[in-house]
T-cell receptor, first 113, second 110 residues
Framework: ETGVTQTPRHLVMGMTNKKSLKCEQH?????MYWYKQSAKKPLELMFV???????ENNSVPSRFSPECPNSSHLFLHLHTLQPEDSALYLC????????????FGQGTRLTVV | DQQVKQNSPSLSVQEGRISILNCDYT??????FLWYKKYPAEGPTFLIS?????DKNEDGRFTVFLNKSAKHLSLHIVPSQPGDSAVYFC?????????FGAGTRLTVKP
């Protein structure tokens, strides 16, 4: 248990569906992140939020829409995804900037059919 | 553009021996380096880190070495234990960017 909780753990969605991934941390951290891990590929940093403000968007398609209502919660809204978006989506948090020890959630295994 | 590379997808060592995991990077701007360990069905967990002003950092059985001129990072585990069997990721970062390697699967045989 790292203190970062992601729900759901598994999600299957159709290409026309809209769904959201949720991440919650109560570690008192100020930075939260979304990462994507595709099969056989490195973890890819998608979004960075620092003190609820988005500070980084690594060329992520607009069908992925993050939301950070407060420093403890982070959402990833999904719509009109493609099968190649199937991956493990990991949320992480750290005390401040991204270059420090991050605590990861267990991830959401997303399958787009 | 893979700026952090772990060229060995897997490594197998005998219990009690040394495990050496390697990582190479291309971006000289990276100023902070980390190693994470990942068990199946879990997220990565932080293991050890090193900043670019150092060339070695030790924490118990784990030591990370940084060779900036070679842009090379290594993790030594001594002695290796069966519970160390996992996938190990190296990561490098600067500013608001963090790049991960693809991981090396370590198997420690009893």
């Amino acid at each position: 248990e790292t203190g970062v909780t992601q729900t759901p753990r598994h999600l299957v969605m159709g290409m026309t569906n809209k769904k959201s991934l949720k991440c919650e941390q109560h570690l008192g951290h100020n930075a939260m992140y979304w990462y994507k891990q595709s099969a056989k590929k490195p973890l890819e940093l998608m979004f960075v939020y620092n003190f609820k403000e988005q500070t980084e968007n690594n060329s992520v398609p607009s069908r992925f829409s993050p939301e950070c209502p407060n420093s403890s919660h982070l959402f990833l809204h999904l719509h009109t995804l493609q099968p190649e978006d199937s991956a493990l989506y990991l949320c992480a948090s750290s005390s401040d900037r991204v270059n420090t020890e991050a605590f990861f959630g267990q991830g959401t295994r997303l399958t787009v059919v | 553009d893979q700026q952090v590379k772990q060229n060995s997808p897997s490594l197998s060592v005998q219990e009690g021996r040394i495990s050496i995991l390697n990582c190479d990077y291309t971006n000289s701007m990276f100023d902070y380096f980390l190693w994470y360990k990942k068990y199946p069905a879990e997220g990565p967990t932080f293991l050890i880190s090193i900043s670019s002003i150092k060339d070695k950092n030790e924490d118990g059985r784990f030591t990370v070495f940084l060779n900036k001129s070679a842009k090379h990072l290594s993790l030594h585990i001594v002695p290796s234990q069966p519970g160390d069997s996992a996938v190990y990721f190296c990561a490098a970062g600067y500013n608001n960017d963090m790049r991960f390697g693809a991981g090396t699967r370590l198997t420690v045989k009893p």
